[in-house]
């Protein structure tokens, strides 16, 4: 198959890499244009490291996979169109954190694209330009934005090689929400402290996290989302147990002065609050602390 990947960082390299091993042609696209031939290097969980090539694709592509923070999805995407590489039949994947772009983006494609949206637990890290490291395995998730045709689940097969499963949800909405929840409590709670994602199970954090855990599941029953708010409660817990060493995407992004996704996380729970007339008093604060710590978007 030809993959265009959109955003050759950590993620882009890591899914490009292990679809260039499995033998597909994979293009590389940065915000200049497409990356000429190169060579790339994954190193996997047990130290092993592949070689692999990006390849200067001469034909469109079939999958197009967007691998940008969520602040650059739109830009990203408007210069897919302007440089006409959704001119033909494809299925263009958005893989990020947060929630928004996807709203924005099906009225601009054309009839001939099929959204899907995608989610990673995978960790990956960047340690040179052309090299990443698998920092831990995890599962995808996707579905479709819009449209559901059965069809479109064999592009779950597409990841087969990689390690960590990858699901096709019927309501792809839920487990994007569902992360959603769960980074709106641990993202910007250890970016204002600046604390690894443990030290959230502190008795100290339980009021706070609360708070944001049932004026988030509220909203999210009210988008249509199955979610109770001492599940939600539990969900965070056990995210925070099993990353507890971990400094979350966001401390990292405030420590090294890059914008954040919290307008994309935060922000859009507390506009979602807003036009469902709900409570959102413990988002807007952290939504507030974070815009004072870093820019929020590129
Ligand atoms: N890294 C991880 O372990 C995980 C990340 N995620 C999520 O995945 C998403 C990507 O994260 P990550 O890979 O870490 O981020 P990176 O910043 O490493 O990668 C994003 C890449 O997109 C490029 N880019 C920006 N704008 C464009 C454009 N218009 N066209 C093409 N490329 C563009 C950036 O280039 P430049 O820097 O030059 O702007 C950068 O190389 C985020 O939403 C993140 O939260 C999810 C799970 C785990
Ligand atoms: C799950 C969590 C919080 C792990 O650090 C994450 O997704 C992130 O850091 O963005």
């Known amino acids: 198959m030809n993959i265009l990947v959109c955003g050759a960082g950590a993620i882009g390299q890591l899914y ?18 497409l990356m000429r031939s190169q060579a790339f290097q994954l190193e996997q969980l047990d130290g092993s490291q592949q070689r692999w090539q990006c390849t200067q694709l001469t034909t469109p ?3 197009i996979l967007v691998t940008t923070k969520a602040y650059q999805v739109i830009p990203a995407v408007k210069q897919l169109l302007q440089q006409r590489r ?5 299925i263009l994947v958005l893989l990020h954190n947060g929630m928004g772009p996807a709203e924005q983006i099906l009225p601009l494609l054309p009839a001939h694209c099929q ?19 698998h920092t831990g395995i995890g599962q995808t998730d996707m579905g479709a934005a819009a449209t559901n ?20 949800h019927q309501n792809i909405w839920q487990p994007l929400w569902q992360k959603l929840l769960i980074n709106a409590v641990i993202n910007p709670l250890t970016a204002r402290d600046q604390v690894a994602n443990g030290n959230l199970l502190a008795p100290h954090y339980a009021a706070e996290i609360s708070q944001l855990c049932s004026e988030g599941a509220a909203v999210a029953r009210a988008a249509g989302i199955t979610m109770q708010d ?3 409660v539990e969900q965070v817990r056990q995210v925070a147990q099993a990353t507890a060493a971990n400094r979350s995407s966001m401390l990292q992004d ?23 007339k709900l409570p959102s008093a413990g988002h807007q604060a952290l939504l507030t602390q974070i815009h004072q710590l870093a820019p929020s978007n590129g």
């Open 230 to 232: 001492d599940q939600l």
């Open 16 to 33: 490009g890499g292990y679809l260039a091993l499995a033998g597909h042609q994979v293009g590389l696209l940065n915000s200049t244009g």
């Open 86 to 90: 959704l001119n033909s039949p494809c």
């Open 61 to 63: 592509a079939d999958v």
């Open 149 to 168: 045709d059965d069809h479109l689940k064999a592009l779950t097969q597409l990841f087969s090689s990689m390690p960590g499963d990858t699901f096709w």
């Open 115 to 133: 959204l899907i949206l995608a989610s990673s637990r995978h960790g990956a890290l960047r340690t040179a330009a052309n090299n990443v490291k």
């Open 254 to 276: 405030v420590l090294h002065q890059r914008p954040t996704e919290i307008d994309y996380i935060s922000g859009y729970l507390v506009q979602q609050a807003q036009t469902f």
